[in-house]
């Protein structure tokens, strides 16, 4: 393994490289006087260009997980995956420890920062400001992403959604409708598939509802809607209606609490993204590589290490902009859940 420069040591240890960027002089000179002349001629020399990125003088910076306390087993673990990447891609390669999700994709917008794994919220934040470019995203149970679901009594509202096939009969515009005016029932407050994918699509259909109440869990709206005294419909992920205590309780609960409309797959698991300042060679031998590594058995296991991935598929930016439309119209402030 390459040795780190000290500075470059030093900032692995404690935040990431953008605080350790120090300022580069641009000298000026004055040139010798010429004999036959009484004026003094000066100039300034052009900057040395610098080099470029994957160079030693240039590095990609793999961020490491955000936390203000650094722990030397992820710590060495980055390093690993630094080093596999250098083997695979040529290129040099430092692995970093930002503090913050906030510092991160500051850093990913300006260059900063070239690699990096971003939860769901930071994801929606970081395109926001168009600071990255998606390279896989993770999985879980094979799947990369997940669905909600808005329940309602069968005898108070229409059900559009076909259980025998899965689908959706209407469009949203057309199901939600019918919660003009109503009441809903949330999880909490940053729920994705509880509250703020649900009432995201309900805002951006331009659906008004009332204030709705948040019973902290997904079990709690179902049973919430069932009993029909809190609210008239509710949001959870699928199928919050199947928990066991739900169906002692009330054994009719999938008649009589339907499935009125169904969130398609878009809550996506954490990702890995490359900055947006990655020129599209450089980014394309870095997804390969992280593809290859991944593809060995020492590299699932340090991704699981490192990032928790229990699987991984490469994706496109598209992948994540339903999402990102949805929750920008939530109500929710990114800064207060992205840390």
Not at 138 to 147: H, P, R, Y
Not at 171 to 196: I, R, V
Request: proline share 9%.
């Amino acid at each position: 393994m390459h040795l780190l420069k000290p500075i470059i040591t030093y900032c692995l240890l404690i935040t990431l490289l953008t605080a350790c960027n120090l300022p580069t002089a641009v000298p000026t000179s004055t040139s010798t006087p010429n004999p036959e002349s009484t004026a003094t001629a000066t100039f300034t020399p052009s900057p040395t260009p610098r080099p470029d990125l994957g160079e030693n003088g240039n590095p990609i910076l793999l961020a490491l997980p955000p936390s203000q306390f650094v722990d030397p087993v992820t710590v060495a673990n980055g390093q690993t995956l630094a080093t596999l990447l250098e083997e695979q891609t040529g290129y040099r390669v430092v692995a970093v420890a930002p503090t913050t999700y906030f510092e991160l994709i500051e850093s990913l917008k300006i260059g900063n920062a070239h690699i990096a794994i971003l939860p769901p919220f930071a994801i929606v934040k970081a395109y926001n400001q168009k600071a990255v470019q998606a390279a896989f995203a993770s999985t879980q149970d094979n799947v990369a992403s997940i669905g909600a679901q808005f329940v309602a009594r069968s005898d108070r509202f229409t059900a559009y959604y076909n259980p025998s096939d899965n689908k959706n009969t209407a469009n949203a515009p057309e199901a939600l409708a019918q919660f003009s005016g109503k009441k809903g029932c949330w999880t909490e407050p940053d729920s994705p598939s509880g509250h703020l994918v649900p009432l995201g699509i309900l805002n951006w259909y331009k659906v008004p509802t009332e204030e709705g109440a948040f019973l902290r869990s997904h079990f709690s709206v179902v049973r919430a809607v069932q009993v029909g005294e809190i609210c008239d419909f509710g949001g959870t992920y699928i199928d919050a209606r199947n928990y066991p205590a739900l169906k002692d309780e009330y054994p009719f609960i999938m008649d009589e609490v339907v499935v009125i409309w169904q969130v398609p797959p878009i809550i996506p698991y954490d990702g890995i993204f490359l900055s947006s300042t990655v020129p599209a060679n450089v980014a394309a031998k870095l997804k390969r590589a992280l593809d290859l590594i991944y593809a060995t058995d020492d590299g699932k296991t340090l991704f699981d290490s490192l990032f928790g991935f229990k699987g991984m598929i490469p994706v496109e930016d598209i992948f994540y902009t339903e999402f990102t439309r949805v929750i920008n119209a939530a109500p929710v402030k990114l800064n207060e859940l992205v840390h």
